[in-house]
Nanobody, 113 residues
Framework: HVQLVESGGDLVQPGGSLRLSCVGSGFTFNSYYIHWIRQAPGGALEWVAS???????HYADSVKDRFTLSRDNAKNTVYLRMNNLKPEDTAVYYCVRISGRPDWGQGTQVTVS
């Protein structure tokens, strides 16, 4: 079955950095975009970024120039490098694959404080 597992979330000070990982299994990983979506406490879901390859990446304006996606298809992994973190980046970060219906990971908590 399809599985997505995020890791790397942590408590970090403003201006700090984190790298999130998303490992996929149960599907042909290199055939799909992987999306990062976050949800702040009490907030709505917010699209953050999407990656098909290292050269095919897309970012929300709120994270552009601070967040960078990379992908290692040999490891079925997408990385989200987050620099210059701000308190408003505090959220649970999910990786998502869309094939008809979306498949979600369990999320990883990022707290910037």
């Amino acid at each position: 079955h399809v599985q997505l597992v995020e890791s790397g979330g942590d408590l970090v000070q403003p201006g700090g950095s984190l790298r999130l990982s998303c490992v996929g299994s149960g599907f042909t990983f290199n055939s799909y975009y992987i999306h990062w979506i976050r949800q702040a406490p009490g907030g709505a879901l917010e699209w953050v970024a999407s990656c098909y390859s290292d050269r095919d990446t897309h970012y929300a304006d709120s994270v552009k120039d601070r967040f960078t996606l990379s992908r290692d298809n040999a490891k079925n992994t997408v990385y989200l490098r987050m620099n210059n973190l701000k308190p408003e980046d505090t959220a649970v970060y999910y990786c998502v694959r869309i094939s008809g219906r979306p498949d979600w990971g369990q999320g990883t908590q990022v707290t910037v404080s």
